[in-house]
């Protein structure tokens, strides 16, 4: 009918128009010009507007100016009501000009695709319009009869096709005014048609209108049609048999750009199907098709938003992840699973701790490709630590062949769906091979009239129950314990001591309802009892429990009367007693412990729950995992079993240990900085070139790094930039304290340094928490993780055995922890901030991420060219890491591939060997539980079992497959228990839930189509406020007497009541939820104020159905004030109930939409769990305007005025009182402790008043503490009261009085202290041994070091205040100053530098030029091997030497060539050509004649293009016309040949041409030292050549120094053996040098130190024995030990050399102490013959005593004297077995050059050393040209040369005047 209306509207309007037309035609034809009144005019008016009010915003002269702007400014104008496009729109009198101007404005209006509303609103004004209805058509009428303005205005007929377009796509529904435009259009094309007058582009335009308009002519399916359409759908045939589809996802499924519609058909809600093929593909399809959709639909959603925005936002049922890598595979018990990394930039804001992300079982896809290939995983590891960091682990369903194949760096996009692919696997498997099942005639057919009995029944036909048991409630059953007792059991036939009382339920024929004892003695409601005759005696059993009737009560009632009945139904067809177990299945983990524990309160026998976390305590030894360890210990499972599971666990963790410990370094290289040592055999030379220059580069930043810690730092680290040592790239970064205590995360919220000093949040439980929990339960017993003892092979758990793998790989083979470096306390030592910290881990994250390597050819090119890899970019170190890191994990890949596959199998045969273990422990038990997914993962062994009853808990939350999956074909019992008006099964698809049935239960199918359904009605929990509510949905429902007489809540006045507001809700687009902060704060307010009526925290519960304000409540609810509170959604307290309920309704919105709340059986839940006070807060009016359940319920409350705008509370102690109207979350502290605002006024027994406010809790005051003063009377004194708190403990006086003490002094002394026990506080006026006066209190010790300051002079002369205590150890403090040998003062003092006999050694810079031409960066005194790197280089390659070691020489032929000449020498020799002065023949870049030298470099300078630079004089020379030029390639600078070659050949020469200096060329401007030019090549080398044999020099004979290295342990052992201490402390000083590089002059440093400590313990040694006189021998300890003890101090000191200063002192203490010594032995000597010395030797005598007491250092002369003395005292005073003799000298070894002036020339210009003097005093050859050196008699030969550019010498070491110079003597 409707097509027929549409065709006449069609020919109508074409009637019209032609009738118009020909109206028209007869009044003159162009008639129709006649009324024009000019552009945009008009002579009618708009009613109400002002005549002419748009032409100001959209007249003609603005729309002109408005076609030349971008069609989204347009559409944005045009659509906007301030522009009044509607008023020009209805206005009658436009001209032609003016329509097609609006026409071409409309038009480009239309282009616009970004702005859909403004197209909608632009649209609808038009549509509404005088403008399309007449105005129009009057136009197209008006060109239709004039042929000139048809030809001119086509483009305008255009524009009215764009506009009939646009209309037909988003206005269809307007047909009338779309067919007559185009009729009109017809009209008008078919004319310019017939006149061939019609152009091409308006030909095109007007077939796509055509299109459009057969398109809107189509016959729309009208909404009676739609049931028809889903009937035939169900009524067709598949193309393909269900069982041979692939039960995991394919390719064809879901991939993009594929026209995929799958074959459904709906569950049938009502009726029956036509076989059991036909129920079992319905079930098949449909549940396939509710995990792929989402996928299919989320990705062509993606595709479609990147192709049209180029940006995907949030997506329906899809989160996708970018940057996603494959890294290596995981290998765990249940099979091989690969680790997978994505990008997390994008999702900081995730809790993932509470997301639903990537949770255990989720099903993902990856695509390369754009998702037109792809592969399909499941998730099977998540942990938290992991998931923050982007790392998950998958399990593939493709092949590993497949997997192997692709390429290492291939980077994905991957898509993930919340769908449970592992459940969802067992069941379609399950579905798949099914070939019968039972009750097929209830389930498939439908035909549900009668129900039989259970067929063991109906074998046994007079089959009698013993009901006893359910009569006498107090009765335990006793079963049979084979499980416990491993399989052995229990024969004896157990009694019980049943009551009189229950004696007539003892034999009941079963079947006869007249028999059975009456419902009160089986304590049964009517309902219940009806409930449970039926399931006991029909073999189909549906039976609904309203919220609150007992529906687990009769369940267990139950299953307690079938299990003392067992025998009846645990017999086969034969009638002989078989083992068959019950099974018990539940849908929540929860609900199975709760039905288990039930179960067990009255039986004891074999229960076994199958899943490994349940949380109840009482049944963790039911637990399957339990069993089945006690059973392995007990060797009671079967031997082939055990067997066969040993052999394959052996094998399976050879393969696991050596795929894990591959795995991880491919982990490692992929995520983390690789340590060099790991990738060596892929960096060819590079890795010592890495590691040589990372040493010298320590050495050149700081010398003073240990070897140690550069052998534990990573070259490759450093050699990236991000290294601690070097800081090539990132420096330290000091960070202010004020920035260290806070900081801003990227989300804008301030972070505290100390995050655990945040309050802890109340625990909450969501959706995402349930679905882990349910899915997680099960999967356990996969990793049986726990037994050691049967699969002893298998080693440590996966878990711990795999991070001690971690931790040792780890340990060895990351170089920098990149996934550790922001978090506290890492291995990262910059001292930057956690920002700063985050972007470096991000940069080197993208680093470590990127595909962008240096292939092999760029890899042999860089080899090949000999690059140095430390002058590499920044970018390109990258690449070449990259491929490094990329040559290594290719090679571990392949070790690995094959070994997946044979893990996989092996994996795969060890779960079928659990399954049959766990089959043979299943036959044991007596009753089995199991979650619907526990039994989908073992619907094969439950197929085998074969459970004979069946107990389904919460059936009607169950999908219909998951249930008939678990019934095998040995089921002769199902009992399903469940209310399908609460919740339903949850489809993951809406879609199939709505059009398909898919939620529709089998509980719920079978009471549709009618089979009978027992449903309780007597209500034990609501009271009779809420039950009555109830009764809109259950108007059957009754209430027992016992919720008749619950207490009503307290300090509310109503025990129910609805809170009304209209506060907005919040979005959270990430948890994809909602949220309400007005709800929130008005829960938690109302959660505290019951608190504070008396309520323990664990009688009040707060729901809600969103997670979003689970989480808005977590944040407002400190855990330590609601601890104990439970807060979740409504799904997750499903069965459960409280006392006070308080439900968060969240939406509230001006679009109506109120999500889940329109779910009925949700609503059900929320408004049933509370016993005695149910408060609900929301906008009531958005809910009952948009739900016809809500609607009652808002009525209902509204009916008993149990709702408004917030609570009436009152207070308990003053109830007569106004109370508080409670609307704000606010209000509620107006009762600050629950009660009111009054003071309590309660008196205590104390006396005092109650402090606090009106207050509910402790009313009685028991536990009250009264915090007001005490003033009680607490000793004999009645003035003194006890100064306390009332609540606390008088205990004793503390009033002080005044009391005369021991000590004799009068002090105040609390009451109850006796003065013997007070501590005197007055200052002590005892004096102390130093006569000062003591400084502490009479009560404490006397002072031990005095304080007071004393005037001490020191040996030095010196005088100085110091403390009293310090008199004796006290050293002068007096600045030193003294000038020392290096020229600069000693910065010691008087008393460190021993009153300057043992100088502190200088440290002052040393600051002079080396040889190598580097500034010595040591301390004065010593210049040591330069370690700066070295400089020197040439064409082919750089020296990766320390400067201070010697060059290896290049032996790469010569470079310098010409086409005139040509070296042949190696590069190391001196060239044999000359150089060439012809000119270059070259053209540079400019196109100008190249200035340089035929085979030298073209200079970068051209004498035309820079002239002045060019001829800028600096040598003379530079003008002429032709004169060459030479470029240095050191600095850059260019001269003219003939000056430079001058200057080149004088360089460094004296008189005579001859060598003055050993020196490199330096740049005459800039003095840069030149290292590689060709021309100047020889003197390069001959400069180089002469420092190489210096550096020989300086470094040492190798030989000599290998002959120390091993002579010094030797000399430390020697030293230990006559000195036991000085040997120890030499070896401590020995090994600690020893950790860093060593040189000569350490050695020699160890050396002297050794050579030291033998000179002090022979002066030590047996003094005693040679001066025996007391006074002489206090002498000797007063002045001689304490120096030597003082020395020796001074001696072990840890050092790396002894500078000159410190051996001349070190020499002359030693000459002091001995002839110290011996001068005191004769004196014992003199006074022991009795023979006084006189004369002037009597004057010496006390002349060097005072001298050598004086403790200063000698001079000269001093030292003459002393000589003159003791060699007068030998003579005079012989002595024997001194030990010490003038001539024995200590031996102090000096390094080669020890001492400035002592470096020569020979006459070639080679180095040498003259020792000693350094006077010459022989004539020898020269080592390196056989030239005579030295001389004769202190003078040097006259063709040798002083080299005082050596050392920084002035002058030759020989001569007084030179020392004098060069020592400052």
Not at 1250 to 1259: F, G, M, R, S
Request: a neutral charge; proline letters at 4%.
């Amino acid at each position: 009918m409707a097509i027929w209306t549409e065709e006449f509207v069609y020919h109508i309007w074409v009637y019209f128009f032609i009738l118009l037309l020909s109206r028209r035609v007869g009044r003159g034809g162009a008639g129709g010009h006649g009324g024009r009144q000019g552009r945009g005019g008009s002579s009618g008016k708009i009613q109400g507007k002002p005549e002419g009010s748009w032409k100001l915003r959209c007249g003609f002269r603005r729309l002109q100016e408005l076609k030349m702007k971008p069609p989204n400014e347009v559409l944005m104008t045009l659509s906007s009501s301030g522009t009044r496009f509607k008023e020009a729109l209805e206005d009658d009198s436009h001209d032609t000009n003016m329509m097609v101007l609006i026409l071409r404005c409309i038009a480009i209006a239309l282009e616009c695709e970004s702005q859909r509303q403004g197209t909608i609103t632009l649209l609808t004004t038009i549509e509404n319009s005088n403008f399309l209805k007449r105005k129009l058509m009057e136009f197209l009428f008006g060109l239709a009869v004039n042929e000139f303005e048809l030809m001119e205005h086509q483009d305008a007929i255009k524009d009215v096709i764009t506009l009939f377009v646009a209309l037909a796509q988003n206005m269809p529904h307007s047909l009338s005014t779309i067919m007559g435009i185009y009729a009109t259009i017809e009209a008008v094309v078919t004319k310019l048609k017939n006149g061939g007058l019609l152009n091409s582009s308006l030909g095109e335009a007007f077939e796509t209108c055509r299109v459009h308009k057969e398109g809107v002519m189509k016959p729309k399916p009208q909404k009676q049609n739609r049931e028809r359409k889903f009937e035939q759908e169900d009524e067709r045939e598949p193309d393909n048999n269900f069982r041979e589809i692939n039960v995991c996802p394919q390719t064809v499924d879901v991939a993009a750009g594929m026209d995929h519609d799958p074959f459904l058909r709906r569950n049938k809600a009502k009726g029956g199907y036509r076989d059991l093929e036909h129920y079992l593909d319905v079930q098949f399809r449909l549940l396939r098709e509710d995990f792929i959709c989402p996928l299919r639909e989320g990705i062509q959603e993606y595709i479609e938003a990147l192709h049209n925005t180029g940006q995907v936002k949030r997506l329906q049922d899809l989160r996708i992840y970018k940057d996603v890598q494959i890294i290596s595979p995981i290998c765990d018990r249940s099979g091989l699973s690969y680790r997978v990394s994505f990008d997390i930039e994008n999702l900081k804001r995730v809790r993932w701790e509470s997301s639903k992300r990537l949770i255990f079982g989720s099903l993902v896809c990856l695509s390369r490709d754009g998702f037109r290939t792809m592969l399909f995983a499941s998730v099977s590891n998540r942990e938290l630590k992991l998931i923050s960091k982007g790392i998950v682990d998958l399990k593939f369903e493709n092949t590993h062949e497949e997997m192997a194949a692709l390429p290492r760096d291939a980077r994905f996009v991957m898509a993930e769906t919340t769908a449970y692919f592992e459940a969802y696997k067992h069941v379609l498997n399950g579905l798949q091979n099914m070939r019968q099942i039972p009750f097929e005639k209830y389930i498939v057919r439908c035909e549900t009239d009668e129900v039989k009995p259970p067929v063991y029944l109906r074998r046994r036909r007079n089959a009698n129950y013993d009901l006893r048991p359910l009569v006498d409630n107090d009765i335990v059953l006793q079963g049979e314990i084979k499980l416990r007792n491993l399989g052995a059991p229990v024969l004896r036939e157990p009694t019980y001591n049943f009551s009189r009382l229950s004696a007539r339920a003892g034999n009941v024929k079963i079947t006869d309802f007249d028999e059975w004892p009456s419902a009160d003695q089986l304590y049964l409601d009517d309902s219940q009892y009806k409930a449970v005759q039926n399931a006991l005696t029909k073999e189909f059993v549906i039976t609904q429990g309203p919220p609150g009737t007992g529906k687990t009560y009769i369940g267990l009632k139950i299953v307690k009367a079938l299990l003392h009945n067992h025998k009846i139904w645990n017999t086969n067809l034969e009638g002989v007693t078989d083992h068959k177990p019950m099974l018990i299945v539940c849908y929540t983990n929860h609900a199975l412990d709760q039905f288990l524990e039930g179960i067990l309160g009255f039986y004891h026998g074999d229960v076994l729950r199958v899943g490994g976390r349940s949380s109840s305590e009482l049944l963790k030894k039911y637990n399957i995992n339990t069993y089945r360890m006690n059973m392995r210990k007990g060797r009671e499972i079967h031997g082939d079993i055990s067997r066969e599971a040993r052999r394959i666990g052996w094998e399976l963790n050879q393969i696991r240990e050596a795929i894990n410990a591959i795995a991880m370094k491919i982990e490692i290289a992929e995520r983390e900085v690789i340590h060099e040592g790991y990738l060596q055999p892929y960096m060819g030379p590079y890795y010592n070139e890495l590691v040589q220059g990372f040493e010298q580069y320590v050495h050149y930043h700081d010398p003073t790094i240990s070897l140690k810690k550069i052998k534990g730092s990573s070259a490759i680290v450093e050699w990236l930039g991000y290294g601690t040592l070097l800081h090539i790239e990132h420096g330290n970064v000091e960070v202010p304290p004020e920035q260290r205590r806070q900081e801003v995360d990227e989300d804008g919220d301030l972070i505290d340094e100390l995050q655990e000093e945040q309050e802890e949040q109340v625990d909450v439980f969501d959706d995402a928490d349930q679905m882990v929990e349910m899915r997680q339960l099960d999967n356990e017993d996969d990793l049986d993780l726990d037994d050691l003892d049967l699969f002893a092979g298998l080693g440590l758990p996966e878990d711990l055995e795999r991070k001690l793998a971690n931790l040792q790989i780890k340990k060895k083979a990351v170089a920098l922890n990149v996934s550790e470096m922001d978090e506290q306390g890492g291995d990262m030592e910059w001292q930057i901030d956690r920002k700063q910290k985050k972007k470096m881990k991000s940069k080197l994250r993208k680093e470590l991420k990127s595909t962008n390597r240096m292939s092999e050819r760029e890899f042999q090119n860089l080899q090949r060219m000999g690059h140095d890899v430390w002058n590499l970019t920044q970018k390109e170190k990258w690449r070449l890491y990259r491929y490094w890191t990329h040559k290594f994990c290719c090679v571990y890949r392949e070790q690995i591939r094959g070994k997946e596959a044979e893990y996989e199998r092996n994996a795969a045969r060890l779960n079928e060997i659990h399954m049959q273990e766990d089959q043979q422990i299943m036959r044991l038990a007596t009753i089995i539980g199991m979650t619907t997914t526990g039994a989908a993962r073992y619907q094969s062994v439950l197929q085998e079992i074969g459970p004979r009853v069946i107990v389904v808990e919460e059936a009607a939350e169950v999908l219909e497959a998951h249930i008939i999956t678990t019934l095998s074909q040995g089921c002769e019992h199902v009992i399903l228990i469940g209310d399908h008006k609460q919740l339903k099964p949850n489809p993951t698809v809406y879609k199939l839930a709505k059009d398909y049935n898919l939620d529709v239960s089998l509980f719920e199918r079978m009471v549709k189509n009618g089979m009978q359904c027992d449903c309780l009605n007597l209500q034990h929990r609501m009271r009779p406020t809420i039950s009555e509510m109830m009764r809109i949905i259950y108007p059957e429902l009754k209430d027992h007497d016992e919720v008749k007489n619950y207490p009503s809540v307290r300090g509310i006045s109503e025990n129910m009541y609805f809170i009304h507001h209209d506060y907005p809700e919040s979005n959270d687009d990430e948890q994809r939820s909602h949220s309400n902060i007005y709800e929130a704060q008005y829960i938690v307010a109302l959660c505290r104020y019951l608190k504070l009526q008396g309520y323990d925290p664990e009688q009040i519960t707060i729901l809600t159905l969103y997670s979003g304000q689970l989480f808005q409540l977590k944040k407002l609810m400190p855990k330590k004030e609601f601890y104990g509170i439970r807060i979740t959604v409504v799904d997750n307290f499903q069965g459960e109930e409280n006392d006070i309920i308080l439900l968060s309704l969240v939406r509230s919105n001006d679009e109506g939409k109120i999500g889940f709340l329109k779910i009925e059986n949700r609503v059900c839940v929320a408004l049933s769990r509370a016993k005695m006070g149910f408060y609900v807060i929301g906008n009531l009016n958005l809910m009952s305007g948009n739900s016809e359940l809500w609607r009652k319920v808002v009525d209902h409350v509204k009916r008993k005025n149990l709702c408004g705008e917030g609570l009436r509370l009152y207070c308990q102690n003053h109830p007569n009182d106004e109370g508080i109207h409670a609307t704000e979350p606010e209000d509620f502290k107006k009762a600050p402790e629950g009660g009111c605002m009054k003071p309590c006024e309660h008196r205590l027994p104390c006396g005092h008043t109650c402090a606090l406010v009106c207050h509910v809790i402790n009313a009685d005051h028991k536990e009250y503490q009264c915090r007001k003063p005490c003033q009680k009377q607490i000793c004999d004194n009645k003035d003194h009261r006890c100064r306390r708190m009332c609540y606390q403990d008088c205990g004793e006086c503390s009033i002080r009085v005044t009391k005369l003490l021991s000590c004799g002094h009068q002090q105040p002394v609390p009451c109850s202290t006796k003065p013997y026990q007070f501590k005197c506080m007055a200052q002590c006026e005892t004096r102390l041994p130093c006569g000062h006066m003591c400084q502490s209190l009479c009560g404490e010790r006397h002072t031990e070091f005095c304080q007071h300051p004393v005037k001490r002079k020191f040996k030095c002369g010196h005088e100085l205040d110091i403390l009293c205590f310090e008199v004796e150890s006290a050293v002068c403090p007096k600045k030193c100053r003294q000038i020392l040998s290096c020229e600069h003062k000693c910065r010691g003092t008087c008393g460190e530098c021993l009153n300057g006999r043992l100088h502190i050694g200088c440290k002052s810079k040393c600051e002079r030029t080396l040889v190598c031409g580097h500034i010595c960066p040591d301390k004065c005194s010593k210049c040591p091997p330069c370690e700066k790197l070295c400089n020197n280089r040439c064409v082919h390659s750089r020296c990766t030497q320390s400067c201070g070691k010697m060059c290896i020489p290049c032996v790469e032929k010569c470079a310098w060539r010409c086409e005139h000449f040509k070296c042949t020498k190696r590069c190391f020799e001196p060239c044999n050509r000359p150089r060439c002065d012809r000119p270059c023949r070259l053209r540079i870049p400019c196109g100008h004649q190249c200035i340089g030298l035929c085979g030298e470099p073209c200079p970068r300078k051209c004498r035309i293009c820079n002239k002045e630079e060019v001829t800028e004089i600096f040598f003379g020379t530079e003008e002429e016309d032709d004169a060459r030029f030479v470029e240095l390639e050191d600095c850059g600078h260019v001269f003219e040949v003939e000056g430079l070659d001058q200057y080149i050949n004088h360089f460094g020469k004296g008189e005579g041409n001859k060598d003055a200096v050993i020196k490199l060329i330096e740049c005459p401007k800039c003095k840069t030292l030149i290292r590689r030019n060709m021309r100047y090549g020889n003197e390069v080398k001959k400069a180089v050549l002469d420092i190489e044999a210096v550096k020989e020099k300086i470094i040492g004979d190798r030989i000599r120094i290998r002959r120390m290295k091993n002579d010094i342990p030797e000399n430390i052992r020697d030293l230990t053996r006559k000195y036991a201490t000085d040997g120890k402390a030499m070896r401590r000083i020995y090994d600690q040098l020893f950790e860093t590089t060593v040189d000569e002059n350490t050695l020699l440093a160890v050396t002297n130190q050794i050579e030291f400590l033998k000179a002090i313990n022979k002066i030590e040694q047996d003094w005693d024995k040679h001066i025996h006189i007391s006074d002489l021998q206090q002498m000797f300890k007063e002045h001689c030990l304490k120096d030597l003890a003082y020395f020796r101090e001074w001696t072990l000191k840890t050092r790396k050399y002894f500078t000159e200063q410190e051996l001349m002192d070190a020499e002359d203490e030693i000459f002091r102490l001995k002839s110290f010594k011996r001068f005191i032995a004769y004196i014992d000597r003199i006074i022991s013959l009795r023979k006084p010395a006189g004369g002037e030797l009597k004057k010496s005598l006390s002349t060097v005593e005072t001298l050598l007491k004086g403790g200063k250092k000698l001079n000269a002369d001093e030292k003459r004297l002393l000589e003159n003395v003791l060699a007068q005292l030998k003579e005079k005073y012989p002595l024997s077995g001194l030990g010490v003799s003038e001539e024995e000298k200590i031996q102090i070894v000096k390094a080669l050059g020890e001492q400035k002036g002592h470096w020569f020339k020979c006459p070639n210009g080679h180095p040498y050393v003259i020792g000693d003097c350094g006077g010459a005093t022989i004539e020898s050859r020269c080592p390196e040209c056989n030239a005579t050196i030295g001389g004769s008699g202190h003078r040097l030969r006259s063709d040798n040369q002083f080299a005082g550019e050596m050392d920084g010498a002035q002058h030759p070491a020989w001569s007084d005047a030179a020392n004098m110079a060069n020592y400052m003597f």
